[in-house]
């Protein structure tokens, strides 16, 4: 009886658009940290904590890179191909703008990585490796736009899942390139990278038959989605900003303090606590996504459409974050003592940044579907700002977990300041309902 009470809550969620498409994207996102918990973790202990550290920073650049390469066209494909008659000109668009910028990106980051980063300036002296770094930043900005745009905007987000499964072969290939020590796990990554990409535009293909991946860029298709797209652009890179950049600071500063040997592996303990967080911080992210989508559609629902994403973010978080403090310590123990030694309390703060994050994002998908991106930005901006500066100077003071606390305390500000403004939205948008409702029954 229970087992089928289950089934039918289970059936019931699978059939409303909102809580589908959220539970994909969740799933997608879960799949990613998995492989990403092994795949460190073979490298972890195939290459050691100094090599996984210096791969790490290697990882964050190309998905800072990437980001700023998107141009905020992934949400563009979610408010406008649903309704966009060219749609594979407006995908293919996307695709030439997004890897044109991220191959540029990435070829100022190799030519300047002594100025960026003087620890990765042997990416800039091995052709090869400045090769392969191109090409995987341009592979990663392509599936992300695949798997957080054009799916998202077909509804179609267990594509998303199954790109990433694809992309999950990196786990048997990090084997392969044991010679090459920290480069070789980041041969491995990126490889895995490009076969996700292969697999996605296969996908694309198969929902959209007259699909082909054609390099063009459709004036008409840019001029519609590029006001919109380029206010998300600078939301959506703000918003990831703390992410890439930190790890590159927390290398930067505990090799200058510890040097190289102690230095390198706390760029590992961080990268590690804030990928099994972004999980927790992906309930919100992933149900946003789709509360746009669904907004986009019919926005005339997005009030009863908000409180029912509130409800399953706030209950999938309470859940998540329990399993964080309960098990958040064997978990990073799993890669090594130093893991849990030096990264536990990141953890757990960095899970519990997930409420205020809920309450942010669904006062942040409000203001897309009305299209004012100027709070949307400064709301990212300054989570951005307050984390980097304010974690930065309490490294030395907290080691990693000043910046978990910078984060949570920024999130909470923003969540207070934006938390009156939505419940008053939110009030006055029963009330117009219920009157509306009045008026239609009386007349």
Not at 49 to 67: D, K, Q
Not at 108 to 133: C, E, H, Q
């Amino acid at each position: 009886m229970k087992a089928a009470g289950i089934l039918r809550g289970l059936f019931q969620v699978l059939r409303d658009p909102l809580r589908r498409n959220s539970l994909f994207l969740l799933s997608t996102h879960a799949v990613i940290a998995l492989i990403g918990f092994f795949f460190w973790r073979i490298a972890n202990g195939r290459y050691g904590e100094e090599a996984v550290g210096v791969a790490t920073s290697l990882v964050s650049a190309v998905l800072l890179l990437h980001t700023l390469a998107r141009l905020g066209l992934d949400i563009g494909l979610i408010r406008f191909l649903p309704d966009e008659t060219d749609k594979p000109g407006m995908i293919n668009t996307s695709f030439t703008i997004v890897g044109l910028l991220s191959a540029v990106l990435a070829l100022v980051f190799v030519v300047g990585v002594g100025v960026w980063v003087p620890k990765l300036v042997f990416v800039r002296d091995n052709a090869w490796y400045a090769v392969l770094f191109i090409a995987f930043t341009v592979a990663t900005s392509l599936v992300e736009l695949l798997r957080q745009g054009v799916f998202v905007a077909y509804r179609k987000t267990q594509s998303s899942l199954a790109v990433e499964v694809v992309g999950g072969l990196r786990l048997p290939i990090v084997l392969a390139f044991l010679s090459v020590g920290a480069y070789g796990v980041f041969v491995a990554w990126g490889i895995g990278g490009v076969m996700a990409l292969v697999a996605g535009i296969a996908l694309v293909v198969l929902v959209q038959r007259s699909y082909r991946p054609v390099p063009a860029i459709r004036r008409g298709v840019v001029g519609k989605m590029l006001h919109f797209s380029l206010g998300n652009y600078a939301a959506e890179t703000l918003r990831e900003l703390p992410g890439f950049v930190l790890p590159l600071i927390v290398l930067g500063v505990f090799t200058a303090k510890l040097g190289d040997e102690a230095g390198k592996p706390m760029a590992a303990y961080f990268y590690i606590a804030w990928t099994i967080a972004s999980v927790v911080m992906m309930i919100a992210y992933a149900t946003g996504s789709s509360l746009l989508a669904e907004g986009s559609l019919d926005p005339r629902k997005f009030g009863s459409s908000t409180v029912k994403a509130m409800r399953f973010m706030l209950l999938l978080l309470a859940a998540a974050v329990v399993v964080v403090f309960v098990v958040g310590g064997w978990v990073l123990a799993w890669f090594g003592e130093g893991y849990s030694e030096n990264a536990l309390w990141l953890l757990r703060v960095l899970s519990v940044s997930g409420v205020p994050i809920a309450v942010n994002t669904i006062y942040v998908t409000q203001k897309r579907i009305e299209r004012k991106m100027w709070p949307v930005i400064v709301v990212y901006a300054f989570v951005a700002c307050y984390t980097i500066g304010v974690g930065y100077a309490l490294i030395d003071r907290t080691d990693l977990l000043g910046i978990g606390v910078a984060w949570l305390v920024a999130n909470c500000l923003v969540a207070v300041a934006v938390g009156p403004m939505m419940t008053r939205a939110w009030l006055r948008a029963r009330r117009n309902n219920s009157q509306g409702s009045v008026d239609a029954s009386t007349s």
